[in-house]
């Protein structure tokens, strides 16, 4: 008699419990949401996530405070958000870098399949090869002889060790036969400034972020790092016909809130991305640097960053890539 007392006082408190969820999902958001982004402000990453966060607050009536926490290859905003509490006030902008570091890094603090709950896959985008003008090179060929010539005297910049830059640039030594030397930033704007200032020389590029200065001149393209040409840039050749047989690589971005996190928050989430990612302005101001949007369910973007995890992990091997 004693149990089955126990057990109905449980029943009714778990029962009067729904209702106050089912409640604070509708009510959701009550206030700011932050969304942290792993990069400073001014790159590809960045200006995705403001221009939805932006959308989502004029949506909901609810500030999106955008959190610029770059550094440790991604890994500080990473470990920010996985200790938030899961309540859908803090999101995350997951990246590659994330399904990539668990190869990098043998002792994270998180897991990024553990310690998530993928929202949407909000898009991708291709990186440009690009070079400084005063290299006197106008061809991906070009750039593999002269590199050839000249083992390791080029400098390389990247977002940051694991990121697509890093990456896909360790593929091309990897495909093509060159020794360069790689240059670390915290994030695209700095890797920008002293690729247009000479400081180094070569990039995997973000199209979104580089296109504004392949336009002005100040920096040259060779290559889009993508299977396929993109409309965007119809004349410029693929990596992968242009002297790197095999190359594929660019960059992608979703939205990720700490595991636990109520099932219908992230559905809620994830409709209002969605309807976002259609909005026409949306899709014409960041669609025509490059960005392709994907949208879909969590189920789906989470089978996506698995499937990434496993590819990049064969990468990392291969390329022997270790983290300065």
Not at 31 to 40: D, H, K, L, S
Not at 145 to 154: C, K, S, T, V
Not at 247 to 257: D, H, I, N, V
Request: with cysteine; hydrophobic share 45%; aromatic share 6%.
């Amino acid at each position: 008699m004693k149990l089955k007392k126990i057990l109905l006082t449980v029943m009714l408190t778990g029962a009067a419990l729904l209702p106050c969820m089912a409640r604070a999902a509708d009510n959701y958001p009550a206030r700011p949401i932050r969304f942290i982004v792993p990069f400073p402000p001014g790159g590809g990453a960045d200006t995705l996530a403001r221009t939805v966060g932006q959308k989502l607050g004029e949506a909901w009536g609810q500030q999106v405070v955008i959190d610029n926490r770059p550094g440790g290859a991604t890994n500080i905003a990473a470990e920010l958000a996985a200790n938030a509490v899961p309540d859908g006030y803090t999101l995350l902008e997951t990246v590659l870098a994330h399904a990539v570091n668990a190869s990098l890094y043998p002792k994270l603090s998180y897991d990024i399949r553990r310690d998530f709950s993928p929202v949407v896959f909000m898009a991708t985008i291709p990186n440009i090869l690009v070079v400084h003008p005063s290299l006197p090179v106008k061809s991906t060929r070009e750039l593999i002889d002269y590199a050839r010539a000249h083992p390791r005297e080029l400098n390389y910049a990247s977002t940051g060790n694991g990121g697509p830059q890093h990456l896909g640039m360790e593929l091309f030594k990897a495909l093509s036969g060159v020794q360069l030397t790689h240059v670390p930033y915290k994030g695209a704007a700095p890797a920008h400034t002293d690729l247009i200032s000479g400081q180094v020389q070569v990039m995997f590029a973000n199209m979104l972020s580089s296109l504004p200065h392949i336009r002005s001149g100040r920096l040259r393209a060779l290559a889009i790092s993508s299977a396929k040409r993109s409309p965007i840039v119809a004349d410029l050749p693929t990596v992968a016909e242009s002297g790197a047989a095999g190359f594929e690589s660019g960059s992608w971005f979703g939205m990720s809130a700490p595991a636990k996190t109520p099932h219908d928050i992230i559905g809620k989430l994830n409709a209002e991305v969605n309807r976002i990612l259609k909005i026409a302005e949306l899709r014409e101001r960041l669609g025509s640097d490059g960005a392709a949007f994907t949208g879909g369910t969590a189920e789906a973007y989470g089978a996506f960053m698995r499937a990434e995890m496993t590819k990049w992990a064969k990468v990392v091997k291969f390329a022997q890539v270790r983290v300065d």
